[in-house]
C-alpha cells in the first residue's frame, strides 16, 4: 500500500488533464484537444514515475516529450503561435482556442496551482537552454529584470498595430513572427547564458512570459518546503539552484520565490533530506 501511495501523484495530475481533455473535446467539439492534453498529461505522468524511481534525468524527459510536441507538432506543423504575440492575437480576436487556453492553463491561472512547472517541464525555449553549460548559475543575479517589461509591452504593441493598421492575412504573418521570434529567443537566450555564464539568464531578464507567471506563481498551492529540524543551514540548495531561489525560507516572500521552476535540484542535493 505504502508503495502504491508513491504513484498517487502522478495519477492524480493524468485524471486532472483528462479532465481538461474530455471537458474541452466535448463543449468544442474537437478531438484535438482530447489528443493534445492527454499527451501532455500522460507524458508528465511519466515524469513523475521516473522521478519517484530515482531516474536522474526525469525533468528532461517531460520537457523534451512536452517542449518538442508544442513547438515541432503544434508550431511548425499546425502553425499555431504559442508564443505571446499569438495568446494576444487570439485574445484579440476572441477566439478562445490554442494559444488563449494554453496561455490560460499553463501561464495565467495554472500557476496558482503548480507554479512555474511550465517553466521546468515544458517550455520549449528552457529545453534548448537547459542543455547548456552553466547549469549553476556561476554569477551573481544582475538587476536587469525590467527587461522583461519591455519584452512583454514590445509584443503586445506589436500584434495591437497590426490589428490597428487593419493588416490583411494575419495568420500568417503569426507563424512568420513564431518562426522569428524562437530563433531570436534561442540566439539571445544562448548569448546571455555563455555572457552571464547562467543557462537560465534568458528566463531571469528577458522572457515576457513572466509578466504573468511570476504574480500568479506567488500564490501557488505546490511549493518546495524545507523541514527546519532537519536543515543544518549548509546552504548547498542556494548555491545549487538554477533560479537563485533562498528555499529555506517558507515564506511567500522568500528571495525569488516567484522564480522556483520547481526542478527539484534543490530537494535531491540537499544532504539532509530537509526539503
Ligand atoms: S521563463 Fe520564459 S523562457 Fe524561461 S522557461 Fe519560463 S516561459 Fe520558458
Ligand atoms: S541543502 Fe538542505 S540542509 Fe542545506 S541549507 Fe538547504 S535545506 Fe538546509
Ligand atoms: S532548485 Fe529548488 S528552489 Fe531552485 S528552482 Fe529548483 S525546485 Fe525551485
Redesign the pocket.
Given at each position: 500500500m505504502e508503495k502504491m501511495k508513491r504513484f498517487f501523484p502522478p495519477m492524480l495530475i493524468l485524471i486532472i488533464f483528462e479532465t481538461v481533455a474530455i471537458t474541452l473535446w466535448q463543449t468544442k467539439d474537437n478531438p484535438f484537444y482530447l489528443f493534445n492534453f492527454s499527451y501532455i498529461g500522460m507524458s508528465i505522468a511519466l515524469g513523475m514515475v521516473l522521478f519517484i524511481n530515482k531516474y536522474k534525468h526525469a525533468r528532461r524527459v517531460v520537457q523534451l516529450l512536452v517542449g518538442l510536441y508544442m513547438l515541432v507538432y503544434l508550431g511548425l506543423i499546425c502553425q499555431e503561435n504559442m508564443q505571446i504575440e499569438g495568446f494576444w492575437y487570439y485574445l484579440f480576436t476572441g477566439v478562445f482556442e490554442a494559444a488563449t487556453i494554453h496561455y490560460a492553463i499553463a501561464k495565467i491561472f495554472g500557476p496558482l496551482v503548480f507554479g512555474?512547472g511550465?517553466?521546468g517541464y515544458a517550455?520549449w525555449?528552457?529545453m534548448v537552454l537547459d542543455f547548456l553549460p552553466y547549469k549553476i548559475p556561476a554569477q551573481p543575479r544582475k538587476k536587469i529584470g525590467w527587461i522583461r517589461y519591455i519584452t512583454f509591452a514590445a509584443s503586445l504593441i506589436f500584434v495591437a498595430a497590426l490589428f490597428l493598421a487593419h493588416v490583411g492575412n494575419l495568420e500568417r504573418i503569426m507563424f512568420w513572427a513564431f518562426i522569428i521570434g524562437n530563433i531570436a529567443?534561442y540566439l539571445v537566450g544562448i548569448i546571455l547564458a555563455y555572457a552571464f555564464k547562467d543557462n537560465?539568464a534568458?528566463?531571469k531578464y528577458i522572457?515576457p512570459?513572466?509578466v504573468f507567471?511570476k504574480p500568479m506563481s506567488y500564490f501557488a498551492l505546490f511549493r518546495v518546503k524545507c523541514d527546519k529540524e532537519k536543515c543544518i543551514s549548509c546552504g548547498k540548495c542556494k548555491r545549487i539552484c538554477p533560479m537563485n531561489v533562498d528555499v529555506t525560507d517558507n515564506s511567500r516572500k522568500r528571495e525569488n520565490g516567484t522564480e522556483c521552476?520547481l526542478c527539484m535540484e534543490c530537494a535531491k542535493n540537499c544532504p539532509k533530506g530537509a526539503l
Open positions: 512555474r511550465w517553466c517550455c525555449t528552457a529567443y537560465r534568458f528566463c522572457c512570459v513572466t507567471l521552476i
